[in-house]
């Protein structure tokens, strides 16, 4: 065998084509996985790089030839013949150039450049050198990718990835939460599919005589917005009308156009991504920008990350109230959780209460453990989260008078608000928040008791910011019945889930949009004309179980606050 393979290798390298010749046993090696793996892995580039091998093996001979004529090892026979012939057709210089010109020649086919694309500079010739000529990584991609498949047969897919890390923070160390470690979505998105989509909204928008200076794509966790620069004269309203065209034309299952997007000279297309990435409440928690952005705020509260990727936080105590509305099964649950819980990870026990009405009895149960530190009661209530009925009235007029105290006494502290009082007051006397949180507001609405509601609700919106009562009202079914002009005048911050259609997504935003939003988390959030769209924070409800558990365990005193029960 040893007598073969010196045979072999000297034919191939002398009397062949030199060095090129070990490209050949590294084609068979990948034409043998190909078949073994029945065409699974590098198959649609397969025939590329058979070119790639056929032109090297030509070049390189010829090349080595040129600078080494008397190693034989590095032109082999084929070198050497060929490399005469075209010296005495040129000259050495003349076959200089022409292999100088052959090898920049071939560069530019195979790394695609052209004019925009050098001005780009680097990163896509990083990039195009790893996809097209970088053989190596690709066998080894390859070799990766067959082991990995293996061991799917032999064994069972394992779970996600998980990482643990402990929560920062100043007040209390925290339990440890689950998150996800790959949250590379960047990368949902290659930068072809980019350029694809590009291509094709600008060939449909040149199809309608609509001319466009130039396009920018920004990749979010749910959603890729394309920016498009028309030219001077185009009516934004052509673009707009195009909105079916170009969800048809990029196989979307909904588009949302922004014409035209504040404060920028551009029309915005949000096309929803093939893979979605999950933002997750622990990873909000634990950055530094999150940090930042909330460290000032009396009542920060994370509604989750913009289509730029920045964490987008909100002060309830600027709101001041909020109201929630979208379909079933949305993500309004878990918003309120992850608004719930981020409040518990920023404000001590002294400093903020709740008060939980969840008429439907189970989707806020799990808050009953931290009820002695964090809630606001009446006198000899049994169940710290109210769920009958009849007991909502008792609780919104009692919390009616705890607002007309609190205003009494800021008028003999002769204060504006709670945040002056406090500061006057400090070490004597201290007023925390009071946040009200109605889990499905329509139940209340349909009750005997619904006139009765609305009023305590219209007066509490009206007249509670000042004294530290904000309110948060959720509700699936959003019609105008159930949310009417009186409590939407008094909220102005609202949160749209996906609706099933314009009119319901009218009645909350006063503007259509909240229809063509793709569910699980993803929602508009409006405040004073503004509309941003978001992807809200995922947290689990086992993670939720382990905040709740720390609290019941650790409640070194009672705090909580008893409300005047008025007859």
Same mark, same amino acid.
């Given at each position: 065998?040893?007598?073969?393979?010196?045979?072999?290798?000297?034919?191939?390298?002398?009397?062949?084509?030199?060095?090129?010749?070990?490209?050949?046993?590294?084609?068979?090696?990948?034409?043998?996985?190909?078949?073994?793996?029945?065409?699974?892995?590098?198959?649609?580039?397969?025939?590329?790089?058979?070119?790639?091998?056929?032109?090297?093996?030509?070049?390189?001979?010829?090349?080595?030839?040129?600078?080494?004529?008397?190693?034989?090892?590095?032109?082999?026979?084929?070198?050497?013949?060929?490399?005469?012939?075209?010296?005495?057709?040129?000259?050495?210089?003349?076959?200089?150039?022409?292999?100088?010109?052959?090898?920049?020649?071939?560069?530019?086919?195979?790394?695609?450049?052209?004019?925009?694309?050098?001005?780009?500079?680097?990163?896509?010739?990083?990039?195009?050198?790893?996809?097209?000529?970088?053989?190596?990584?690709?066998?080894?991609?390859?070799?990766?990718?067959?082991?990995?498949?293996?061991?799917?047969?032999?064994?069972?897919?394992?779970?996600?990835?998980?990482?643990?890390?402990?929560?920062?923070?100043?007040?209390?160390?925290?339990?440890?939460?689950?998150?996800?470690?790959?949250?590379?979505?960047?990368?949902?998105?290659?930068?072809?599919?980019?350029?694809?989509?590009?291509?094709?909204?600008?060939?449909?928008?040149?199809?309608?005589?609509?001319?466009?200076?130039?396009?920018?794509?920004?990749?979010?966790?749910?959603?890729?917005?394309?920016?498009?620069?028309?030219?001077?004269?185009?009516?934004?309203?052509?673009?707009?009308?195009?909105? =079916?065209? /170009?969800?048809?034309?990029?196989? #979307? &299952?909904?588009?949302?156009? !922004?014409? +035209? *997007?504040?404060?920028?000279?551009?029309?915005?297309?949000?096309?929803?991504?093939?893979?979605?990435?999950?933002?997750?409440?622990?990873?909000?928690?634990?950055?530094?920008?999150?940090?930042?952005?909330?460290?000032?705020?009396?009542?920060?509260?994370?509604?989750?990350?913009?289509?730029?990727?920045?964490?987008?936080?909100?002060?309830?105590?600027?709101?001041?109230?909020?109201?929630?509305?979208?379909?079933?099964?949305?993500?309004?649950?878990?918003?309120?959780?992850?608004?719930?819980?981020?409040?518990?990870?920023?404000?001590?026990?002294?400093?903020?209460?709740?008060?939980?009405?969840?008429?439907?009895?189970?989707?806020?149960?799990?808050? =009953?453990? /931290?009820?002695?530190?964090?809630? #606001? &009661?009446?006198?000899?209530? !049994?169940? +710290? *989260?109210?769920?009958?009925?009849?007991?909502?009235?008792?609780?919104?007029?009692?919390?009616?008078?705890?607002?007309?105290?609190?205003?009494?006494?800021?008028?003999?502290?002769?204060?504006?608000?709670?945040?002056?009082?406090?500061?006057?007051?400090?070490?004597?006397?201290?007023?925390?928040?009071?946040?009200?949180?109605?889990?499905?507001?329509?139940?209340?609405?349909?009750?005997?008791?619904?006139?009765?509601?609305?009023?305590?609700?219209?007066?509490?919106?009206?007249?509670?910011?000042?004294?530290?009562?904000?309110?948060?009202?959720?509700?699936?079914?959003?019609?105008?019945?159930?949310?009417?002009?009186?409590?939407?005048?008094?909220?102005?911050?609202?949160?749209?889930?996906?609706?099933?259609?314009?009119?319901?997504? !009218?009645?909350?935003?006063?503007?259509?949009?909240?229809?063509?939003?793709?569910?699980?988390?993803?929602?508009?959030?409006?405040?004073?004309?503004?509309?941003?769209?978001?992807?809200?924070?995922?947290?689990?409800?086992?993670?939720?179980?382990?905040?709740?558990?720390?609290?019941?365990?650790?409640?070194?005193?009672?705090?909580?606050?008893?409300?005047?029960?008025?007859?």
């Amino acid at each position: 065998m040893e007598k073969i393979g010196a045979i072999l290798s000297h034919y191939f390298i002398y009397c062949g084509i030199g060095i090129s010749a070990f490209f050949f046993p590294l084609l068979l090696f990948l034409t043998g996985f190909i078949i073994l793996l029945e065409g699974r892995f590098l198959r649609n580039k397969y025939q590329s790089i058979i070119w790639k091998f056929l032109f090297l093996s030509i070049w390189i001979p010829i090349t080595f030839y040129l600078i080494f004529p008397e190693n034989g090892i590095l032109s082999g026979i084929f070198g050497f013949e060929i490399g005469n012939f075209l010296i005495s057709l040129f000259g050495k210089v003349g076959l200089g150039f022409l292999v100088l010109t052959s090898i920049i020649l071939y560069s530019i086919i195979i790394f695609r450049i052209t004019t925009p694309k050098l001005k780009n500079g680097i990163k896509k010739k990083i990039k195009y050198v790893h996809e097209d000529m970088g053989w190596i990584i690709q066998l080894w991609e390859l070799l990766k990718n067959f082991f990995n498949y293996r061991k799917k047969d032999l064994s069972i897919d394992p779970p996600p990835f998980f990482e643990e890390k402990k929560i920062k923070s100043s007040i209390i160390n925290f339990p440890i939460l689950s998150s996800s470690k790959n949250e590379d979505f960047l990368l949902s998105l290659s930068g072809e599919d980019l350029e694809n989509n590009k291509k094709k909204i600008i060939h449909l928008l040149n199809y309608y005589k609509i001319t466009v200076d130039k396009i920018k794509a920004t990749i979010g966790p749910t959603i890729t917005l394309y920016e498009i620069f028309p030219q001077v004269g185009v009516r934004i309203s052509k673009i707009k009308n195009l909105e =079916k065209e /170009i969800a048809l034309n990029l196989s #979307a &299952l909904s588009i949302r156009i !922004i014409a +035209p *997007i504040p404060g920028k000279g551009s029309v915005g297309i949000e096309i929803p991504n093939n893979k979605r990435s999950l933002v997750y409440m622990k990873n909000i928690l634990d950055s530094e920008e999150s940090f930042k952005k909330s460290h000032k705020m009396e009542l920060p509260i994370s509604l989750g990350k913009t289509v730029f990727n920045e964490i987008f936080m909100i002060d309830l105590a600027k709101m001041p109230h909020l109201l929630i509305a979208g379909s079933t099964g949305q993500g309004k649950s878990v918003g309120l959780n992850a608004m719930i819980v981020f409040l518990l990870y920023k404000k001590k026990p002294e400093n903020l209460k709740f008060i939980l009405i969840d008429p439907k009895k189970v989707e806020l149960s799990i808050y =009953k453990k /931290i009820s002695k530190s964090y809630f #606001a &009661l009446l006198p000899n209530s !049994i169940n +710290p *989260i109210i769920t009958n009925i009849h007991e909502v009235r008792d609780i919104l007029n009692s919390l009616c008078k705890e607002m007309d105290n609190r205003y009494s006494l800021l008028e003999r502290a002769m204060v504006r608000n709670i945040q002056e009082y406090n500061g006057k007051y400090e070490k004597k006397y201290h007023i925390p928040y009071i946040i009200l949180i109605i889990d499905e507001f329509a139940d209340l609405s349909l009750s005997f008791k619904k006139k009765q509601i609305e009023i305590y609700i219209t007066r509490l919106a009206q007249l509670a910011r000042a004294v530290g009562i904000h309110l948060i009202i959720a509700t699936q079914r959003p019609s105008v019945d159930v949310i009417t002009g009186l409590i939407k005048s008094n909220f102005t911050a609202r949160i749209a889930f996906r609706v099933s259609s314009k009119i319901d997504s !009218i009645t909350i935003l006063d503007c259509t949009g909240a229809e063509q939003l793709i569910g699980k988390g993803d929602l508009l959030f409006s405040n004073k004309n503004e509309l941003i769209r978001l992807q809200g924070p995922f947290i689990d409800l086992s993670d939720i179980q382990k905040i709740v558990d720390f609290y019941g365990r650790n409640t070194f005193q009672k705090t909580d606050i008893f409300l005047t029960r008025t007859g």
